[in-house]
């Protein structure tokens, strides 16, 4: 790919941002090869969990506001992705397998909605997150508006939603957006630390307990109570759950498959 490389790490797909000399700001052929990369990530049996990190000093700088000015502007939101799922979670199907997500220098614009559409979040000490976008004329439209309010608080989001200040990895880690702060350059192996414990799990037991947390995300307790049900029946019915019970009686690491 172009702007990213993508690599397979035993049941781990690494998405690296390597567009450095530019500061990973985001492309439109970046954005496309995203939505590839995780469209690889749901459709691949073998892969479980993403890591997505980056090349460089920093995570990214922002967009290539020239490029995506006239597209904000369209009232049609973000670009549909051949062959590929839209990297934000905002519009139609979105990334059944988690992902963790390592940060360092810079984490602007979009690298912050992209990190509120990821599971685990492990930023280096050196980080600086910011939405500038109200000073360049504009507000976030890829999930910030969405999702930073629940997850830092209202007054804390607004905060910086409004005046676009930065904030700092410690001011993310106090707030629960992210869950470790690290030495910078530490931060990729932690997440593959993360990565690979979750790999080691169930694969159908992940991602059952991934749909059913963003379940009750957007229905009623009632609801995503009785989904919850519903969708555990056929994980239940695996040969990993089985596997489970297996190695719980005989006192040893269970060994999943994923069927």
């Known amino acids: 790919m172009e702007h990213l490389n993508v690599t397979q790490d035993g049941h781990i797909l690494v998405i690296t941002l ?46 290539e506001l020239d490029q995506w000015a ?21 519009q139609g199907e979105r990334h059944s397998k988690p992902i963790v997500m390592a940060v360092q220098g810079y984490c602007f614009t979009w690298g912050v909605e992209i990190l509120l559409n990821t599971e685990i979040r492990i930023a280096a000490s050196d980080t600086q997150f910011q939405m500038l976008e109200v000073q360049r004329g504009l ?28 904030w700092s990895a410690e001011d993310a880690l106090r707030w629960g957006m992210v869950q470790e702060v690290v030495a910078p350059g530490e931060q990729v192996e932690r997440a593959m630390d993360y990565a690979r414990k ?45 596997e489970g019970v297996r190695s719980f009686v005989e ?6 498959s994923g069927r």
């Not at 691949?44 to 920093?58: F, T």
């Not at 904000?72 to 905002?90: A, Y």
């Not at 009632?222 to 029946?233: G, V």
Request: glycine letters at 10%.
């Open 139 to 166: 507000y976030p439209c890829c999930g910030a508006t969405f999702r930073l309010p629940r997850e830092i608080g209202w007054g804390n989001a607004h905060k910086v939603l409004l005046t676009g200040e930065r």
């Open 18 to 63: 390597n567009r450095a000399a530019k500061y990973n700001a985001l492309s439109v052929t970046m954005y496309n090869e995203l939505g590839q990369a995780l469209a690889r990530l749901n459709n691949d049996p073998e892969l479980r969990v993403a890591v997505l990190c980056a090349e460089g000093k920093h995570f990214s700088a922002g967009v």
């Open 70 to 90: 006239p597209i904000f502007g369209s009232g049609q939101g973000m670009p549909l992705i051949q062959d590929g799922i839209d990297p934000f979670g905002m």
């Open 251 to 256: 006192r040893r690491k269970a060994v999943f």
């Open 198 to 242: 979750i790999a080691d799990c169930a694969p159908l037991g992940v991602q059952g307990a991934l749909r059913s947390t963003r379940t009750a995300q957007v229905k009623e307790h009632e609801q995503a109570r009785l989904e919850m049900y519903e969708y555990l029946m056929p994980v239940m019915a695996s040969d990993d759950a089985a």
